[in-house]
């Protein structure tokens, strides 16, 4: 009788403190799609982080309409799409799968201990940082180079000396596509076009330069929204002179030959798929024709856009 007594008192307790707790509960879910995930149940609400495809998430059982809360590995907690997450199979080591409840002896009875229910989610295991998603990005640049210079350099047979001169402020247009190989590096292609090529000591039209540019990036994240860069362009430029003025008898052929391009800069997400581009660097050309060569060097800084793709 006082084991039987015993154990009523046990089950009574354990049934008074399960009505008391928060019945909130957890399911092992996984992203079904590449997703955001936001401070709050608004698509126009912060983004505070991001998931991929199969990343597997602690999530609340009951969504809060279209949306659903989930639990990130450092502790925060945001908003996905109900829709972008599926169940998944429970995980042994996977923080939302329950432990199997201990068992404890009350004299010689048995009974298995009811834990209380947390009432938030559990909190996911420090995971390493995930490396930024693979994006290929098709944008445009437009730069001001504002210190240059413009060399001419007679052909050998004048033996004429060769002159240096300062450039006019140019300006540029450069639309680019780079195709992500890995989060960190990329290949790409930057046609550019220079206009006011023109050294400041002489009084004919100004020229202009066409560059065309393959590229290979370096990235290295700096926050979950910002990337630094370091870029090497090798290209192959023309620069297009002006027609000779009236009344000029002969011609001349356009300087044409190699053109290196480095550059550093940031690449910033103000949206998921959308980035703002800036960029300082230097280029140097080594253009040449039967007329003699004319080269040119710039200093450039620039910004753009980008989509991600």
């Known amino acids: 009788m006082r084991r039987s007594r015993t ?9 008074i403190g399960a009505l008391h707790a ?17 401070s709050a149940p608004f698509d126009v609400a912060p983004e505070i982080a991001r998931l991929r495809a199969g990343d597997r998430i602690c999530a609340d059982d009951q969504p809060q309409g279209a949306w659903r809360r989930v639990g990130l590995a450092d502790g925060r907690h945001g908003f996905v799409r109900d829709a972008d ?35 938030t989610a559990p909190r996911p295991r420090p995971e390493r940082a995930r490396e930024p998603a693979e994006r290929h990005l098709l944008g445009v640049m437009f730069e001001l180079l504002p210190v240059g210079t413009v060399t001419f350099e007679p052909p050998s047979a004048d033996g004429g000396d060769t002159l240096y001169a300062d450039s006019l402020f140019a300006v540029a247009v450069a639309p680019f596509f780079d ?3 890995s989060p960190y590096v990329a290949f790409g292609v930057s046609p550019q076009a220079i206009f006011r090529v023109k050294s ?3 009084s004919e039209k100004s020229a202009k330069q066409f560059d065309f540019r393959f590229r290979l990036t370096g990235r290295l994240p700096l926050s979950p929204r910002v990337r630094a860069f370091a870029r090497v362009s090798p290209a192959y430029s023309v620069i297009q002179l002006p027609p000779l003025p009236p009344r000029t008898t002969g011609s001349r052929s356009n300087p044409q030959g190699f053109l290196i391009n480095v550059a550093v800069g940031l690449e910033v997400a103000v949206l998921p798929n959308l980035f703002i581009v800036t960029d300082l660097g230097y280029q140097a ?5 039967a007329d003699g060569d004319t080269r040119t060097s710039y200093l450039h800084i620039g910004a753009g856009f980008a989509i991600g793709l």
């Open 285 to 289: 050309g080594f253009q040449g024709s």
């Open 7 to 15: 154990l009523s008192v046990v089950l009574v307790a354990v049934c």
């Open 179 to 181: 195709a992500a190989v």
């Open 22 to 38: 928060s019945p909130a509960r957890a399911d092992d879910r996984a992203a079904s799609a590449e997703t955001p995930v936001r």
């Open 85 to 119: 997450t599926q169940v998944v199979p429970g995980d042994p080591g996977h923080p939302c799968t329950p432990s199997p409840p201990p068992v404890v002896a009350v004299g010689n009875a048995e009974v298995v201990a009811v834990a209380t229910p947390s009432p």
């Open 200 to 202: 400041d000591q002489t």
